[in-house]
C-alpha cells in the first residue's frame, strides 16, 4: 500500500495514510521527484512538496486551502500552525455556470417500500409520536414504550418519540422554526401514523400547529392535549391503537428511485473524509440523481471555501442567486452573533489532519457529487424538486441530519473518519472514512468507505453502496442507529426565550 495520495497533480500538499517518521523518503506521483520528511508527521495529515513562501496559497484539491503563515520548506508538516484560513469577510459572487451535461442513468432501479395516500412513498412503517412541547418529553417517552410493549406483534416498525425542549416561551421566528421544523417531521413519509401530543398553555398550541402542518389525513394525524383529559397515557394509548389499524393497510411494494430522497452529512471529519468516504457519497448521490431521485445536502459553514463549486453547478441563475443568499445569510448570523465567520473546524477535525475552513468545506461538498443543484429550501421546510438540494442548517451534526429528516430525507448517509453513535429519525448510515475505525466501532458504522485505501475501485464500491441503500430502503436491513435505539432530534435555536 502508497504511504501517501496527492488528490490533485497542481497540489502543493499529499496526504499521509500512515503515520510518517522523521528522514523517509518518498516519491511524489504528480512529479516523480523524492522528498525527504523533515519531522514525524501524523496519518491523515499534510507534507509539502512545493516550496510556498509568507501569505501564498496552499493548494490540496486542486484549490487553496489557505495561507502560508510563514515560508514553508517542502518536507514540513502542513497545518494549524503553519497555515491559516485565507477566507475574509463577505463575497460578491458573479454566476459563472459550469458548461457540461449531467448524464442520467439508463437503468430505473426500484426499491420495495410503503406508497401513502398522498403519493409520497416512506421506506418504514412506523407511528410517531412529536410533542408541542419539551415539558410533556417524558409523558410521551412513556407513551412510546407502552405502545412498543402492546404493539410489538403489530405490522409496523415500532413506535417513536423524539424529544425536545422547545414550543414554550418561544417568540417569532424562533417559534416559527420549531413549528416549520415539527411540522416537516409530521409529514414525513416514514411515520405512517402521528400522534401529536401538546400541553394545553404553551406557545405552540395545537391549533396554531395545525395551520403550519398544512394539509393532512385525521386518519393519519391524531392530536391528544394533555390538560384536557383525566388521563392522558389512557387516551394517548387508545389514539396510538387507531394509528397502528391505520399503519396495517400499508404493505412493501416496488417504488421508483425517482422517489427516494437522501440527505448527506458529515461529522467527525479527518484526513480521510475528503479522499474516501465524502467522494463515495458524491458518487452515490449523482446516481440517484441520474435516476431522478434526490439528494439533499447542508451545513452551510462547511460550504464556506467551496461554494462557487456549488453555484457554478446552479441549474440556472435564479438558483444561483438563491444560493448566494444562503451562503450570505448564514454569514450575516455569525456576525449578528459577533463571532468569526471562517472559524476552524473542530478541535477533532484538527487532530485528523483537517487545518482549515475551506479545507473542510471543499471535502465536505464532494458529498454533493457532480450533479446540477436544482433548489434551495429554508430551514425546517420540505424539499419540493427532484435532484439535488440544498437545504439551510448548521453543521452541528444533530441538528442538521434532524433538518435533512424533516425537508424529506428518508435516508442519511453520514461520513465521519472519528464515529459517533448519534442516529436522527430516519436511517442514519455512518460511514467510515478508515478502516481503523470500521474495525473498532462496528456498533457504529454501517460502511466502510476505507476500502478505497485498500485496493477497492471507487466504481465497485459505488454500486455496493448504492445496493446497500437500496436495500436499507427495502427494509432488508437496518442501521446501528435503528437497532441500537439512537433515534434523535434537535432544533435549531436563534431567539429568546421568556
Not at 54 to 78: C, M, P, Q
Not at 195 to 204: R, Y
Amino acid at each position: 500500500m502508497s504511504k501517501i495520495v496527492q488528490l490533485h497533480s497542481s497540489d502543493d500538499v499529499v496526504i499521509c495514510l500512515q503515520d510518517m517518521n522523521k528522514g523517509e523518503i518518498l516519491e511524489i506521483p504528480s512529479t516523480g521527484k523524492q522528498v525527504e520528511v523533515s519531522e514525524d508527521i501524523p496519518k491523515g495529515h499534510k507534507i509539502l512538496v512545493n516550496p510556498v513562501k509568507s501569505g501564498e496559497d496552499v493548494l490540496k484539491f486542486g484549490y487553496s486551502i489557505g495561507k502560508a503563515k510563514r515560508d514553508l520548506t517542502v518536507g514540513e508538516w502542513v497545518h494549524t500552525h503553519n497555515l491559516e484560513s485565507g477566507l475574509k469577510g463577505i463575497l460578491d459572487y458573479s454566476y459563472q455556470p459550469t458548461n457540461h451535461k449531467f448524464p442520467t442513468e439508463n437503468v430505473q432501479h426500484t426499491f420495495r417500500g410503503y406508497l401513502r395516500e398522498n403519493g409520497e412513498a416512506g421506506i418504514r412503517n412506523e407511528i410517531w409520536i412529536i410533542n408541542t412541547v419539551g415539558c410533556i418529553n417524558k409523558t410521551c417517552e412513556i407513551l412510546a414504550k407502552m405502545g412498543n410493549e402492546q404493539f410489538k406483534d403489530r405490522n409496523i416498525d415500532g413506535v417513536y418519540h423524539f424529544p425536545h425542549p422547545y414550543g414554550c416561551s418561544q417568540l417569532g421566528d424562533d417559534l416559527s422554526n420549531t413549528q416549520k421544523l415539527l411540522a416537516s417531521l409530521a409529514q414525513h413519509p416514514n411515520a405512517a401514523g402521528v400522534l401529536i401530543v401538546g400541553l394545553g398553555c404553551e406557545n405552540n398550541q395545537i391549533e396554531a400547529f395545525k395551520k403550519v402542518i398544512g394539509d393532512f389525513s385525521p386518519n393519519r394525524i391524531k392530536f391528544l392535549r394533555a390538560q384536557d383529559v383525566e388521563d392522558e397515557l389512557e387516551i394517548g394509548m387508545s389514539l396510538i391503537e387507531e394509528l397502528v389499524e391505520y399503519a396495517e393497510q400499508f404493505a412493501r411494494q416496488p417504488i421508483p428511485v425517482s422517489k427516494l430522497k437522501v440527505g448527506l452529512k458529515c461529522g467527525g471529519s479527518d484526513g480521510f473524509s475528503g479522499i474516501t468516504a465524502n467522494p463515495l457519497v458524491g458518487a452515490v448521490s449523482d446516481l440517484i440523481v441520474g435516476e431522478g431521485g434526490t439528494t439533499i445536502l447542508t451545513e452551510v459553514p462547511e460550504m464556506f471555501g467551496a461554494e462557487t463549486i456549488l453555484m457554478n453547478r446552479a441549474k440556472d441563475e435564479e438558483t444561483f442567486h438563491k444560493i448566494v443568499q444562503l451562503i450570505n445569510n448564514f454569514k450575516e448570523y455569525f456576525i449578528r452573533h459577533e463571532q468569526e465567520i471562517y472559524e476552524n473546524p473542530s478541535p477533532g477535525n484538527k487532530a485528523g489532519g483537517i487545518s482549515t475552513l475551506e479545507e473542510k468545506s471543499l471535502g465536505c461538498t464532494q458529498k454533493g457529487g457532480h450533479s446540477p443543484v436544482v433548489d434551495v429550501s429554508p430551514y425546517g421546510e420540505r424539499v419540493t424538486r427532484n435532484g439535488l438540494n440544498l437545504v439551510n442548517a448548521p453543521g452541528n451534526d444533530l441538528v442538521s441530519v434532524t433538518a435533512l429528516a424533516a425537508a424529506g430525507a428518508h435516508i442519511v448517509l453520514f461520513t465521519t473518519g472519528r464515529g459517533t453513535p448519534f442516529g436522527g429519525p430516519v436511517p442514519t448510515v455512518k460511514i467510515a472514512t478508515n478502516s481503523e475505525l470500521a474495525k473498532r466501532k462496528k456498533h457504529w458504522i454501517d460502511y466502510n468507505a476505507g476500502q478505497l485505501l485498500e485496493g477497492q475501485t471507487m466504481e465497485s464500491l459505488k454500486k455496493d453502496l448504492y445496493e446497500y441503500i437500496l436495500s436499507l430502503a427495502s427494509g432488508q436491513k437496518r442501521t446501528n442507529n435503528e437497532q441500537f435505539g439512537f433515534k434523535e432530534i434537535s432544533i435549531f435555536k436563534d431567539g429568546v426565550i421568556l
